[in-house]
Nanobody
Framework: QVRLVESGGGLVQPGGSLRLSCAAS???????????MAWYRQFPGKQRELVAA???????NYADSVKGRFTIYRDNNKKTVYLQMNSLKPEDTAIYYC?????????WGQGTQVTVSS
């Protein structure tokens, strides 16, 4: 099972930026390249929702609420996926989770808190 560790969360003012990182371990480079990677977020009392996804090949896709503000990208050589978040809003406050899916596994990180507040 792939191990995912998120980092980069924190407190930021509205309009600010954060970059989240998700580093994968317990996986070799060729396996990581074949993973579909995504970021989800969870609001208190709600189910996790997809924020952005980047498949092993093909274009990234985004939730409507973050289009034009967030960018997901991956560095396969570092086995890491990133979420660049710009123009942050208070409603982006949530726990953000990294997700990795293959044909045989579905792995989650422990989550990182993002708080947007003045």
């Amino acid at each position: 099972q792939v191990r995912l560790v998120e980092s980069g969360g924190g407190l930021v003012q509205p309009g600010g930026s954060l970059r989240l990182s998700c580093a994968a371990s317990r996986t070799i480079l060729s396996t990581f390249r074949g993973l579909d990677m995504a970021w989800y977020r969870q609001f208190p009392g709600k189910q996790r929702e997809l924020v952005a996804a980047v498949p092993d090949s093909g274009a990234a896709n985004y939730a409507d609420s973050v289009k034009g503000r967030f960018t997901i990208y991956r560095d396969n050589n570092k086995k890491t996926v990133y979420l660049q978040m710009n123009s942050l809003k208070p409603e982006d406050t949530a726990i953000y989770y990294c997700n990795a899916v293959s044909g045989t596994s579905n792995s989650w990180g422990q989550g990182t808190q993002v708080t947007v507040s003045s």
